[in-house]
């Protein structure tokens, strides 16, 4: 006799994506993972007494999303300290943070007592390139804020930071230590309050949140990814304290996603002394790819170009890691069977990973599937490159937000490189495995798969499905996960995510679709109906 399934969710419009076209209506679920998909009739008989049976009553159902490349702890930050991504002009983002310096103010202690004047007011997620006074925050600015305790906005991209004068004052000596370059300064030699690139470590470390506050920012960061229809995400830790957390809330049952950590290439040799490797962990957390940077970002003219900035003729750009140390240390985590990823903005950059990815490939032991993240412009030969290398690229498509008519991109690059970024159909059309990912500018897959469908550039948009695809089984693929998660199939775990509308129905509103519940492992983790 055929065993009962643990759930059933029938009367849907079930999308394996498995193969582009392949459509249900039920699927049944027994512990954590697919047993049958069908029709609802068929799946019917897999009902027992303690089945739970879910009546999609004609929704969407596809594989939970996986997000490639995010930050969560930054993304919990927005939910905790001030959201500036609201902000529509710096006046504004003033307001706002001037609202968490209350809350900061009045929180204390717990026992009515004022904050401790240690107590920094943050700020996260400010974007100047859609403000009619296209500008950085600066020290003056954040002086308005207060003048009594520090106060840092960050900008979404997290290259670039403002700081008000008491943060100078406590940071002088480190800031003193950076490179002219990341310290901009007046026409009388003071700090303007813009930070760039290194100069930013120091803030953000000594701000960087505690065990306790951690928690809290990674519990609301989940709760939001369970709304957004994320089932699992590629954290880029920045906080030393999120490993822990997941840990932890794995081991108690109550992480609602799935983790794959990937480590900052500093601690390279701690993982080896530890034993930890690429793909060890649970079923929920898992170690993940060394990370590193090459470059900056285009937001503050970082991103390594072969050609200047064309709003800056004297700029090409930064190497954050040079491409010597990069090279180095890729060999190195390749050769110890780390999987290695590198950001990668500028054409520049793009090759400069390439390079440094081909080199270590002669005495790599096994499939490293190395990544390069963002790859926003890259020509004919690196693409080709990443096709035939095999190197995924993890690209963020509601970067193409920046895009638009005078947008950001223009701003930047100028009109001709700005059609060439972001190349995702070339991509796909010469074999390269894409997956999407957000870097939490914001974290919802949705808007990303909406802009990739109705790019401005046409010949780079992508299909309804291949958009998909490319933030459910091809960022599966990008974490070694394409045999457990991605698609909807008899076998796998039971990831996923309920629309309320089809994407396919009205491709050029995808962002106004809502996720109707998610199911983590077989579990319903949010339920919105």
């Not at 100078?168 to 700090?191: I, K």
């Not at 690139?197 to 951690?214: N, Q, V």
């Not at 991103?303 to 180095?328: F, H, I, M, N, R």
């Not at 996923?496 to 050029?508: G, R």
Request: with cysteine; proline share 4%; net charge negative.
């Amino acid at each position: 006799m055929t065993e009962a399934a643990d759930r059933l969710f029938v009367n849907g419009e079930v999308h394996t994506l498995a193969t582009p076209d392949e459509t249900h209506e039920a699927v049944a679920v027994r512990d954590g993972a697919i047993v049958r998909i069908g029709g609802s009739r068929e799946i019917a008989f897999l009902e027992g007494v303690d089945t739970d049976v879910v009546d999609l009553d004609g929704r969407v159902l596809l594989p939970g999303f996986v997000d490639a490349h995010t930050h969560l702890t930054t993304v919990g930050r927005y939910l905790v300290h001030a959201d500036l991504s609201t902000a529509d002009s710096p006046d504004e983002a003033v307001e706002l943070l001037a609202e968490r310096a209350a809350e900061v103010e009045a929180a204390g202690d717990g026992s009515g007592d004022s904050a401790d004047a240690d107590d920094p007011v943050l700020g996260y997620g400010y974007d100047e390139s859609a403000w009619e006074e296209e500008r950085y925050l600066t020290r003056a600015d954040l002086d308005r804020v207060s003048a009594e305790r520090p106060v840092a906005a960050f900008r979404e991209d997290m290259h670039v930071a403002a700081v008000n004068g008491v943060a100078l004052d406590r940071f002088a000596e480190a800031l003193a230590a950076a490179p002219d370059e990341t310290v901009p300064t007046d026409d009388d030699g003071e700090p303007t309050g813009v930070l760039l690139e290194s100069a930013i470590d120091p803030i953000y470390e000594a701000f960087e949140s505690g065990p306790a506050e951690t928690r809290e920012i990674v519990e609301a960061a989940l709760a939001d990814c369970a709304a957004k229809g994320i089932t699992g995400f590629h954290d880029m830790v920045r906080n030393s304290h999120a490993p822990r957390a997941y840990r932890e809330l794995d081991a108690a049952g109550e992480l609602t996603a799935r983790v794959r950590v990937n480590y900052w290439s500093d601690h390279l040799d701690a993982l080896r002394e530890v034993g930890l490797g690429t793909n060890d962990g649970s079923e929920m957390v898992q170690t993940g790819a060394i990370k590193s940077y090459t470059d900056g970002s285009f937001g503050g003219r970082t991103a390594k170009l072969s050609e200047p900035y064309a709003d800056d003729p004297e700029e090409t750009g930064q190497w954050v890691v040079d491409p010597d140390e990069l090279a180095e240390t890729v060999a190195a985590a390749t050769e110890a069977g780390y999987q290695f990823t590198a950001h990668a903005i500028g054409d520049e950059a793009v090759d400069a990973v390439l390079d440094a990815y081909e080199e270590a490939s002669r005495t790599d032991p096994g499939e490293s599937r190395h990544r390069v993240e963002h790859v926003e412009l890259a020509d004919d030969e690196a693409i080709d490159r990443l096709a035939a290398s095999g190197v995924v690229a993890s690209a963020q498509p509601n970067f193409l937000k920046w895009a638009g008519e005078d947008g950001l991109y223009e701003s930047r690059l100028g009109r001709e490189r700005t059609a060439a970024t972001n190349r995702y159909r070339d991509m796909l059309d010469a074999g390269v495995d894409l997956a999407f990912g957000s870097d939490g500018m914001p974290m919802d897959p949705l808007l990303g798969v909406h802009h990739a469908v109705n790019a401005r550039a046409e010949a780079q948009r992508l299909t309804v499905t291949e958009a998909l695809r490319a933030y459910t089984r091809g960022a599966a693929y990008a974490g070694f996960d394409e045999d457990r998660l991605g698609t909807v199939e008899v076998g796998k775990r039971a990831d996923l995510v309920a629309l309320d509308e089809s994407p396919w129905a009205d491709p050029t509103a995808i962002r106004d679709v809502d996720v109707a519940m998610t199911v983590v492992d077989g579990e319903v983790v949010y339920d919105a109906r």
